[in-house]
């Protein structure tokens, strides 16, 4: 079976394609009309749909629309807000309006397509389709927390063998991601999208206000919880423009953090209750929320906990073409690597240098003469091979530096227009990584935070945060042999077997997908050198 998914309600828009059970191609929106997130996330934004990225997926798997089985759209109208005054619920009826006319839309921008091929798919259903049969266990328990779906925050469940129960469900107005959307937007930051930025704020500051917040968010004992309105103010005043943030803001951040990590934590040792399993596999957007998976992970009753990579509204364009694909009949295969957007034959990337007009070398091995820039304090913008599906950078579109310079986090903030409170994080191959980090292992995809060793703390002072903590990437060299050979020549040279790794980005951007971003991110940052593909371009004068 050919199956395309396609999320295209709330933010992140973004397109999958499964062929034979296989996770073919996966990328969002905003890698290709470089607008954050895609688009915002407001009803009347629904109609808008990742045709880009829809197109290049059939296009990566050598398919046209019409030979499509089915497209999976990862809501269900169904279950939306129906009114014949469309503005109604703060405009709802209209989504719910837009999402039913989705198969006239996509029949638009992807010729050949038949509409009565598209099925919904309860986003939540998504969700957890995206974390359960993309997981390496064919069973598991499944927990699923974002801002909303159709009607509801939240799902519980139990995978086996592709099948899914659910077990409980949380209907609005109570949201965890919604909780943690209003006091993003309270600390002055973008709402459905600057929420990481209240986590790492959060090391800052002490949970003073956590007794106050422990009887706004209660858990309801089963599965679901409760969350009253906050006046906010009572804490710390909102933060507008040009203003700073005092010790009372990152004490309401800490309180928040600390309470969502507690009732995270309460509601998966109750589904543990229910299934008795080994493995939580999660999804949705607070999954994204490192330091929460790690508290659960330390402290839950779960002896593995994997979540998504694309955990945010992304994911359930691939969790509906999984979702879909199984139900036609396909066996899945567990999702393997994050690395599933585009890529470029080195023949094209030189064209794009030399039309570019920018000096380059071609060194016997791109991944030794980055690491000796490395070596020498110099940060390099790595693009190579497919990029990666999700928030994160993984060694594909990356800003790489030297861990041992503790002004390299302040440098590469300043590199990229952030605030100065946000961590860097280190990538490190597996088999080293327990030596230096204490916290889940492996860790391909930056999900989890981990203490970094004392012992260790003083030689690589660029990544851990604040709170002794670092947000790691585990290197596979079977999965990530460059990326590991990277690390293995700047070990050799330095006796560190870690590098900084940020997203290959500016403050506002989305990350770099394409040569021509990655030139532009160059010519306009204060970066030493750029490894596209096999070629190195050095920072001239």
């Given at each position: ?16 394609l499964v062929v034979d059970g296989v996770i073919v ?323 094209v990337l030189r064209e794009w240098l030399d039309t ?119 290197v596979d060299a079977v999965q990530e042999p460059l ?59």
């Amino acid at each position: 079976m050919r199956v395309l998914g396609i999320n295209g309600v709330f933010h992140d828009p973004a397109a999958a394609l499964v062929v034979d059970g296989v996770i073919v191609a996966a990328a969002e929106e905003e890698r290709f009309s470089r607008r954050k997130h895609g688009k915002s996330p407001v009803p009347f934004s629904t109609w808008e749909l990742p045709e880009h990225a829809a197109t290049w997926c059939l296009a990566r798997g050598g398919i046209v629309a019409a030979d499509l089985d089915a497209v999976a759209y990862s809501y269900d109208p169904r279950l939306g807000a129906r009114s014949a005054d469309v503005t109604a619920e703060n405009w709802e009826p209209l989504r719910t309006l837009y999402v039913e006319r989705a198969p006239r839309f996509l029949k638009t921008v992807l010729p050949g397509l038949d509409p009565a091929r598209v099925q919904f798919l309860p986003h939540h259903v998504a969700h957890a389709a995206s974390a359960y049969l993309a997981a390496p266990w064919p069973t598991s328990s499944v927990l699923v927390l974002d801002g909303r779906g159709e009607r509801a925050s939240h799902l519980a469940g139990r995978a086996v063998d592709g099948g899914l129960k659910i077990l409980a469900t949380q209907e609005l107005p109570h949201s965890l991601g919604l909780m943690y959307e209003e006091v993003t937007a309270h600390l002055g930051f973008k709402r459905s999208s600057d929420e990481y930025k209240v986590m790492a704020l959060a090391a800052y500051g002490r949970p003073r206000f956590l007794a106050a917040l422990r009887d706004a968010v209660r858990v309801t004992g089963d599965g679901g919880f409760t969350v009253a309105p906050v006046d906010w103010t009572r804490f710390a005043p909102a933060v507008g423009g040009g203003e700073t943030w005092t010790d009372a803001h990152a004490d309401l951040a800490a309180s928040v953090q600390t309470r969502l990590q507690e009732v995270v934590l309460d509601l998966a040792r109750w589904l543990h209750e229910q299934t008795g399993d080994r493995a939580l596999t999660m999804a949705g957007g607070v999954a994204l929320n490192c330091v929460a998976n790690s508290y659960v992970a330390e402290h839950g009753p779960f002896g593995h906990v994997w979540v998504q990579p694309a955990a945010g509204d992304a994911g359930t364009a691939l969790g509906a073409a999984l979702f879909v694909a199984q139900r036609l009949g396909d066996p899945i295969t567990p999702m393997a690597t994050a690395a599933l957007g585009r890529e470029w034959p080195d023949a094209v990337l030189r064209e794009w240098l030399d039309t570019a007009a920018v000096a380059y070398d071609t060194p016997h091995d791109i991944a030794d003469a980055v690491a000796a820039i490395l070596a020498d304090n110099g940060v390099v913008a790595w693009f190579q091979g497919r990029s990666e599906y999700g928030p994160r950078a993984l060694g594909h579109r990356s800003l790489l530096a030297n861990p041992s310079h503790p002004d390299n986090l302040r440098r590469l903030n300043d590199i990229k227009g952030r605030e100065q409170f946000r961590p860097v994080a280190p990538m490190v191959r597996l088999e080293r990584a327990a030596e230096i980090f204490d916290g889940p292992l492996p860790s391909p995809y930056m999900l989890f935070t981990h203490r970094v060793r004392e012992r260790w703390r003083d030689r690589i002072p660029a990544v851990v945060h604040v709170d002794g903590t670092a947000r790691i990437q585990s290197v596979d060299a079977v999965q990530e042999p460059l990326v590991a050979r990277m690390l293995e020549a700047f070990e050799r040279r330095t006796g560190l077997p870690v590098v900084v790794n940020t997203s290959l980005n500016t403050a506002g951007r989305p990350m770099v997908d394409d040569p021509r971003d990655a030139l532009e991110c160059f010519g306009s940052a204060p970066v030493d050198a750029l490894a596209i593909g096999p070629f190195l371009v050095r920072r001239r004068g």
